[in-house]
T-cell receptor, first 113, second 111 residues
Framework: KAGVTQTPRYLIKTRGQQVTLSCSPI?????VSWYQQTPGQGLQFLFE???????NKGNFPGRFSGRQFSNSRSEMNVSTLELGDSALYLC????????????FGPGTRLTVT | QKEVEQNSGPLSVPEGAIASLNCTYS??????FFWYRQYSGKSPELIMS????GDKEDGRFTAQLNKASQYVSLLIRDSQPSDSATYLC???????????FGSGTRLQVQP
């Protein structure tokens, strides 16, 4: 069974631009969570989607948003990019909201210049 | 603020030895605990989950949970150089379905 896939794998953007990242969960998995990983803050929870609805959100500004489609694929968007948004963005999928194991994709490395 | 604490290391062990990685957490109500392995430049890989007090074994890996002491550990038997990585302890906030991660312990297995 294929794992979680994320595209693109690498991105370079300029301050003020916006970016959209994509995530396809493991086949049959319906819950998708997003995390940000930086050297200074480690891994931090951004949000969780299930049944096309955002169920939970971490402590990030409104510039960070996302959505989920009917096939469980998810996108996250960051508007008005700041230098501090440079990070590895990780998508994790789990089978349902009643299963707790989360499996991570390879991540998208975003660099903001 | 729910916290997960790990010693950042590096923890250096010789090949064939047992590596012991430890983690403490602040939320006494936590029920679900995970160990992830992350190689440099890669994403975290789930290696163990544990939900009940006691030991859970999977191959060379044993996870240990003590909820009364708010302590989780991971033992790696017969450590191999390929086990050299950062090991992340994660605790699930069941209400938010959000994993809270420790900062990770870097393990170095010396050949």
């Amino acid at each position: 069974k294929a794992g979680v896939t994320q595209t693109p794998r690498y991105l370079i953007k300029t301050r003020g631009q916006q970016v959209t990242l994509s995530c396809s969960p493991i086949s049959g998995h319906r819950s998708v969570s997003w995390y940000q990983q930086t050297p200074g803050q480690g891994l931090q929870f951004l949000f969780e989607y299930f049944s096309e609805t955002q169920r939970n959100k971490g402590n990030f500004p409104g510039r960070f948003s996302g959505r989920q489609f009917s096939n469980s694929r998810s996108e996250m968007n960051v508007s008005t990019l700041e230098l501090g948004d440079s990070a590895l963005y990780l998508c994790a999928s789990s089978l349902s909201r009643s299963t707790y194991e989360q499996y991570f994709g390879p991540g998208t490395r975003l660099t903001v210049t | 603020q729910k916290e997960v604490e790990q010693n950042s290391g590096p923890l250096s062990v010789p090949e064939g030895a047992i590596a012991s990685l430890n983690c403490t957490y602040s939320d006494r109500g936590s029920q679900s605990f995970f160990w992830y392995r992350q190689y440099s430049g890669k994403s975290p890989e789930l290696i163990m989950s544990i939900y009940s007090n006691g030991d859970k074994e999977d191959g060379r890996f044993t996870a240990q949970l003590n909820k009364a002491s708010q302590y989780v550990s991971l033992l790696i038997r017969d450590s191999q150089p390929s086990d050299s990585a950062t090991y992340l302890c994660a605790v699930l906030d069941t209400g938010r379905r959000a994993l809270t991660f420790g900062s990770g312990t870097r393990l170095q297995v010396q050949p």
